[in-house]
């Protein structure tokens, strides 16, 4: 939903508050829809609650629920709604309190309204409620009984659903999750290649652009991942845990609240499969993900698992490994997201040993090295004085030639450098005028200058001149650099 559209839906919901508050005042007692203007105004002032309103709007709507309850016969249908309104207001309550009170009443409210429902096309609904009702409270107390009655609902929502039903999606996901979760409690195999069967007709039946697909898509992820884990299943379960994960954390929109938690589990995915196969790419992206749902979250032991993961990274691959580099600098990274968080002094210095390393690798990527020596000289001066950082943005400006040599296009020269030429140079010259070192400050900027005016100026560095009169030579020359550059990724975290 939109801004614009949300909130035109607040200023409705907003009227209908006003207009059913006047109705209730206006309306006997004994009337025959004064119940019905009860819940109505109850449901509103609930859905208020939901977004995003007060505690005592849920109170008002649990004391208004109460009353219409009380105010209607217990032959009519309608009444079945009511209880179930009221068990739904219970329920929200007590996740927001923890009362257990309100979360045996809504149990015992669901009941009163199934019961009160059959034969009625609201008594799936009614069963839907209490299902969840009855995994609530079964997430609170762990009593087993609650757990298989709320199977044994959701498989009576899911089979008096029609398969065309747009809430069939929903209450097959219901379902699989209550499955998985016995199986977790339980260890039962079947319940859990159940989950998975009715998890994939969940996804399957869910359009793409429905706002619950990314979460169907992520509890199938999770399920088979279970499996995988459990010994029970197999590589293709984790692999496509995996897929299922990367979908739903593309589904999901970048601000939303779910997001932090999607790419947690797909890093953790990630590092299974690593432990499993040991690909190097598995463990450098399951710590991207570890550090960016830090970045989201700002939970600790987030970024505590981001670096354990960084270190195993770090030391399980040769130092004479193209990746190696990129490891300790995604390791820095982590450790400097936590000395931020933390303020322990040693993970600041490891950060700065660590990028320091990885700059002076000669297997790594050059992309690689100039990203991890502008870190080391920016945290130098940020940590320490601009005097300290001088000599290490010198040495990152070095390297500006390496990277635009000669054996790429004209044209891709300029464009790596026009990104890294000016800022790498333009700072450290920063530092030395604030270190009072005049002559240092010309060096680097006319080192910045030169690097990027040979270059285009040599109008025949590339490989023009090579094709005209070797094309083979030329060919082979470019897909040397191609190799050498391929492991410069545009996700170095960082």
């Given at each position: 939903m939109s801004e614009p559209e949300a909130s035109g839906d607040r200023v409705a919901l907003e009227r209908a508050v006003t207009l059913l508050t006047t109705l209730v005042a206006a309306t006997p007692a004994g009337h025959h829809d004064h119940a019905r203007y009860l819940s109505c105004l109850g449901s509103a002032l609930h859905l208020r609650f939901q977004l995003g309103g007060a505690d005592p709007d849920l109170d008002e709507a649990i004391r208004l629920a109460r009353q219409a309850v009380a105010a209607t016969p217990a032959e009519l249908v309608a009444r079945a709604a009511m209880l179930s309104n009221l068990g739904n207001a219970l329920l929200d309550r007590f996740g927001r309190t923890g009362v257990v009170a309100d979360l045996d009443e809504a149990v015992d409210v669901g009941r009163r309204a199934a019961a009160a429902s059959i034969g009625d096309h609201h008594h799936v609904v009614c069963l839907s409620n209490l299902g969840g009702a009855l995994l609530t409270r079964f997430g609170h107390t762990g009593s087993i009984a609650d757990l298989d009655e709320a199977i044994g609902i959701a498989r009576q929502a899911v089979a008096t659903t029609p398969t065309h039903h747009p809430d069939?999606?929903?209450?097959?996901?219901?379902?699989?999750s209550a499955l998985r979760?016995?199986?977790?409690r339980t260890g039962s195999v079947p319940d859990l290649d159940e989950a998975i069967d009715v998890a994939r007709q969940a996804v399957a039946t869910t359009p793409a652009h429905h706002p619950d697909y990314a979460g169907r898509l992520a509890n199938?992820?999770?399920?088979?991942?279970?499996?995988f884990e459990r010994d029970a299943g197999t590589d293709a379960d984790l692999d496509a845990a995996i897929r299922f994960a990367w979908e739903a954390v593309t589904a999901t929109p970048a601000h939303h609240p779910k997001r932090a938690t999607r790419l947690y589990h797909l890093g953790g995915a990630l590092l299974a499969r690593f432990h499993r196969t040991g690909a190097a790419a598995d463990l450098d992206e399951a710590i991207g993900l570890l550090q960016t749902r830090f970045e989201h979250t700002r939970c600790l032991s987030d970024l505590n698992e981001a670096v354990v993961v960084g270190r195993k990274a770090?030391?399980?691959t040769p130092t004479d490994h193209p990746s190696h580099a990129l490891f300790l600098s995604n390791l820095s990274t982590a450790l400097h997201l936590r000395f931020q968080h933390s303020g322990a002094t040693a993970d600041v210095v490891d950060a700065m040993r660590g990028w320091e390393l990885a700059s002076?690798?000669?297997v790594a990527p050059m992309r690689v090295r100039l990203n991890t020596a502008g870190h080391r000289a920016q945290l130098l001066a940020a940590q320490r004085s601009p005097a300290a950082a001088v000599e290490a943005y010198a040495a990152a400006v070095e390297l500006l030639p390496l990277l635009a040599w000669r054996g790429l296009s004209q044209r891709e020269q300029q464009d790596l450098l026009r990104l890294n030429a000016g800022s790498l140079p333009r700072d450290g010259a920063g530092c030395a005028i604030a270190a009072r070192l005049p002559d240092r400050t010309v060096e680097l900027l006319e080192c910045g200058r030169g690097t990027y005016w040979s270059q285009l100026l040599d109008t025949r560095t590339d490989l023009t001149s090579l094709r005209q009169v070797a094309p083979d030579l030329a060919a082979r020359l470019h897909r040397c650099s191609v190799a050498l550059e391929q492991h410069a990724r545009t996700d170095v975290v960082g």
């Open positions: 069939h999606p929903r209450r097959l996901a219901n379902l699989g979760t016995r199986s977790e199938l992820s999770r399920t088979l991942r279970v499996r770090v030391t399980d002076r690798s000669p």
